[in-house]
């Protein structure tokens, strides 16, 4: 998992050691994790039925290579196994580690977020492209290309102070409210659980839960 640290120059990106994710849930916040205060201004996008029993929220950085394995190797699974079936809800909560993950969610949540998850799919497969290479920055302006960023609209996006305020804020409140310090970080009905869980671990305690 990916710690929070100082925050560093866009070429030298920030990237925690490996740790044993906690299997076992942190104790119960005192605000359900899914209340819009704690999403920030800009809100929750969620997928998933309304109505679905388990609300899976996570807080995690494009830059973080954590977070990037969970999302291309076992969020598929999960996408299939509960969210496409109604058992489930997911809103993934952007927690920047570096101004280079600040600027990635500000990308993705312009227009209102309408490409929100397409953005960060693309940011996340292709991480070794442009997270971890001389010109990040650049790296990712050619390939937001595919996601309609020209290159005036990629800047007057991150000239937006409103905007950056705006998604920091979302860190900051995860900092505060939960204590969240590393990414990813998993909240499974109100339940903590830090790191990328495995499938299979995943899998046994989403079954457990009620509903």
């Known amino acids: 998992m990916c710690p929070l640290g100082h925050l560093i120059t866009r070429r030298s990106l920030l990237v925690g050691a490996m740790l044993s994710p906690a299997l076992a849930p942190a104790l119960a916040q005192a605000a ?3 209340d819009p205060a704690l999403a920030g ?27 990037a394995a969970f999302h291309n ?8 196994r509960w969210i496409d079936t109604g ?3 997911f809103a993934l909560r952007g927690y920047p580690l570096n101004p280079l993950d600040t600027a990635a969610f500000m990308l993705a949540r312009a227009e209102g977020g309408r490409n929100y998850y ?17 010109k990040p920055l650049d790296a990712m ?52 659980y830090v790191g990328a869980l495995p499938a299979d671990v995943f899998d046994e305690i989403v079954r457990k839960l009620p509903g």
């Open 141 to 192: 302006r050619d390939l937001l290309r595919q996601a309609g960023f020209d290159r005036a609209r990629f800047d007057a996006v991150l000239a937006d102070q409103a905007l950056y305020d705006q998604v920091n804020r979302v860190q900051a409140g995860a900092m505060t409210d939960l204590s969240v310090r590393t990414t990813p970080t998993l909240f499974l009905n109100g339940d903590r």
């Open 87 to 89: 058992r489930m809800r």
């Open 41 to 67: 201004p800009l809100g929750d996008i969620w997928i998933g039925s309304p109505e679905a029993q388990v609300t899976f929220i996570e807080y995690a950085a494009v830059t973080c290579t954590h977070c």
């Open 118 to 134: 397409p953005i960060t799919d693309l940011l996340f497969e292709r991480q070794r492209s442009w997270a971890f290479v001389d």
């Open 32 to 34: 359900p994790i899914d």
């Open 73 to 80: 190797e076992v969020w598929p699974g999960i996408k299939a």
